[in-house]
Each structure stands twice: as structure tokens, then as C-alpha cells.
């Protein structure tokens, strides 16, 4: 038997970090929505008691390095599983761009091995996996729009916000996520105004969504990567309602509810940039 699952990328409207915590993580709070840019997991019997990850790209491991294989051999271990898996990863999601890659593929792997070997876990549990993972993998698992806290793992839904399109545009470097929080340490850190975003999307109020993005990743990854701060002026000069630089980068996103808008940014962008897409968001999934 197989079962296949969406694994939709994530995106954040708002990121603050309020201090470095003892266990070297970093106490944040942010938003986060989920874009219809997705991988797609595929999990399958085996015949032996082992785990074997596939993966569409030579860059992604295939190993216990894998999120996706982690994902299982946690789940194998808490419900004593003696059964094989075959993991089927579809890469869609540029990987190490500030999009959740790794962590929706773990989330999705939760939600296909729950089905494939009918675990009946509830999302609480779900929930108790992804956290030994990594801190999106939480937010990954359900989606939809919602306040993280702690090291991202603390949930809250939030109403979704008003239709629009999402232009991504990912610069050809990467970043390393644990750098990005290394470099915060030796700056002043630039809060955004987390509060008035959550007023904006109780409100559905477009305009003021778009004027509130903030991340106070984003001066750090600025540094590092040049190609961030023009990617952001030719946005702007297209004519984008907001924009943005997604986690810890370096993805740079645009907002807009123009179809005409959205058309003119890829065209606009596809002169700069090789990687360049136009999603809708996603709804969360139905976890309980
Ligand atoms: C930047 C974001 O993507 C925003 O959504 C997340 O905060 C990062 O989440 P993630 O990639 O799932 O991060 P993890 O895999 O848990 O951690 C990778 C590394 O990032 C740093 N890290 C991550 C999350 C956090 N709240 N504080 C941190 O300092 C730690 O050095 C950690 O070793
Ligand atoms: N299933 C997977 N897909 C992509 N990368 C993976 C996967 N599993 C492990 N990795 C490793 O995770 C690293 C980070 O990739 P990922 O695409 O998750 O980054 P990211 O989008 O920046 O993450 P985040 O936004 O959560 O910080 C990669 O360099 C890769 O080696």
C-alpha cells in the first residue's frame, strides 16, 4: 500500500526574536501562512524492517539526515513499528531557502505513516513527534496561518488572510539557518510589530498585512547575501503591495491581489532570477 501527502512550503509575515535561551535556541515569535508550493511525500510498504528515503534532487540527503526519515524513525520507535517504509520525496520547495523544506517533508511523512499504518494518533501526538525534529516542523504538520512562540513549536490558528498571490523569487546562494541566529547575536535586533500584524489579519485588512511584514532575520541574511536588497528595490519598483524576506532566507517574497501585478513581477523577476514562482496559499489541513 501507499499514500501520498501535500508538503506545502511556509512563509513569515512577521518574525521577531525576543532573546537567546539557554539551550542555544532563540525565543521567537512570528507568523507564519502556508503557500501553495509544495513537495509531494510518497510513503510505501517494505518488505524489510527498514527505512529508505528517495529524493528527486542530488542535494537532498537520503539518510538519517533526511527530516523525512527522522520523522519515521521516531514514529517507529515511540509506537514499536516493526514494519519497513519506502519514502518517495518529490522536491518542489527550493531547499535551504527560508521556506520549511526539510520540516514540511517531516510533517508530511507524520501524516502519511499515521494513514499507512493506521496509528489513529490525534494532532497532539503528531505534535510530540515534530518537535524532536526541528522548531517549523509544529507548524508544518496543520499549516493554515498561526502565531508560533517558544522556538516555534507553540501553536496558535489564526484566520486566514484575504486571498492574494505570493511571488517567491530564491537567489541562487543558500544560508545556513544556525549562522543567520549566530550573526543576530552580535547586533541590535529590529523588532517588528508582531501585535499590529495579528490586528491586521483578525481585520482581513489587506493593505496594512502587506505594510507590517517584518523580519528581523532579514538585516542579518542582508549582510551576507547582496542579491536580497535588489531582488527587494525591483520588486518594489514593479509595483508589489509587500515585500519580504522569508525565515532565514534568503527567499524574498511579494504580495499582491493584482493578477495583472503578479504577471508583471515574474516576467520583472525572471530577468534577475532562474528560480522564480507565483503561488495562491494553502488552507490547513484538518488535524484534531
Ligand atoms: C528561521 C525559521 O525558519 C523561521 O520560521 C525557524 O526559526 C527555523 O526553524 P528550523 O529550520 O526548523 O530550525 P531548527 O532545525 O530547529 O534549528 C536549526 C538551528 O537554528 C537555530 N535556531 C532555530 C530556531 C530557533 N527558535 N532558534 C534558533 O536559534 C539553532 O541554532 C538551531 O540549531
Ligand atoms: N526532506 C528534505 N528536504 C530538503 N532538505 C532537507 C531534507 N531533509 C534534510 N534536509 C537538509 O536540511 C537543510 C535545510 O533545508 P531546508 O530546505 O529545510 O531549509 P530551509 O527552508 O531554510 O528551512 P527553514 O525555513 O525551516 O529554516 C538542507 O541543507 C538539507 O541538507
Redesign the pocket.
Known amino acids: 500500500m501507499k499514500v501520498l501527502e501535500k508538503a506545502p512550503a511556509k512563509i513569515n509575515l512577521s518574525l521577531d526574536v525576543l532573546g537567546k535561551r539557554g539551550d542555544g535556541y532563540h525565543e521567537v515569535r512570528m507568523i507564519m501562512t502556508s503557500i501553495d508550493l509544495a513537495d509531494r511525500v510518497e510513503c510505501g510498504d517494505l518488505p524489510e524492517n527498514q527505512i529508505e528515503v528517495r ?1 528527486s534532487v542530488p542535494y ?2 537520503e539518510d538519517e ?4 526519515y527522522q520523522a519515521a524513525h521516531h514514529i517507529k520507535a515511540k509506537y514499536g513499528i516493526r514494519r519497513g517504509v519506502e519514502i518517495t ?1 518529490t ?1 518542489n ?1 527550493p ?9 514540511t ?1 517531516a510533517a508530511a511523512t507524520i501524516r502519511a505513516l499515521n494513514r499507512l499504518w493506521k496509528l489513529g494518533m490525534s494532532y497532539q501526538e503528531m505534535l510530540a513527534v515534530a518537535e524532536q525534529i ?1 522548531s ?1 516542523v509544529a507548524f508544518c504538520l496543520k499549516g493554515g496561518t498561526a502565531l508560533a512562540t517558544g522556538r516555534g513549536e507553540q501553536l496558535e490558528a489564526l484566520p486566514p488572510l484575504p486571498p492574494c498571490w505570493v511571488v517567491l523569487v530564491k537567489p541562487t546562494v543558500s544560508v545556513s ?1 544556525a549562522q543567520i541566529y549566530k550573526d543576530l547575536d552580535s547586533r541590535p535586533i529590529e523588532h517588528p510589530d508582531v501585535d499590529a500584524m495579528l490586528h491586521a489579519i483578525d481585520a482581513g485588512d489587506f493593505e496594512s498585512i502587506c505594510r507590517l511584514l517584518g523580519n528581523c532575520l532579514e538585516p542579518v541574511t542582508m549582510r551576507k547575501v547582496a542579491d536580497i536588497a535588489k531582488i527587494k528595490s525591483h520588486m518594489k519598483e514593479i509595483g508589489a503591495e509587500g515585500i519580504l524576506m522569508s ?2 532566507g534568503p527567499t524574498v517574497f511579494a504580495l499582491t491581489q493584482h493578477e495583472s501585478r503578479m504577471q508583471r513581477l515574474i516576467n520583472g523577476m525572471r530577468g534577475y532570477c532562474s528560480q522564480v514562482y507565483a503561488v495562491r496559499l494553502c488552507k490547513p489541513f484538518p488535524l484534531v
Open positions: 529524493a537532498v540527503p539526515r533526511n527530516f523525512a520525496i522536491k520547495i531547499v535551504a531557502a527560508g521556506l520549511a523544506g526539510g520540516s517533508d526541528g517549523d539557518t525565515g532565514s
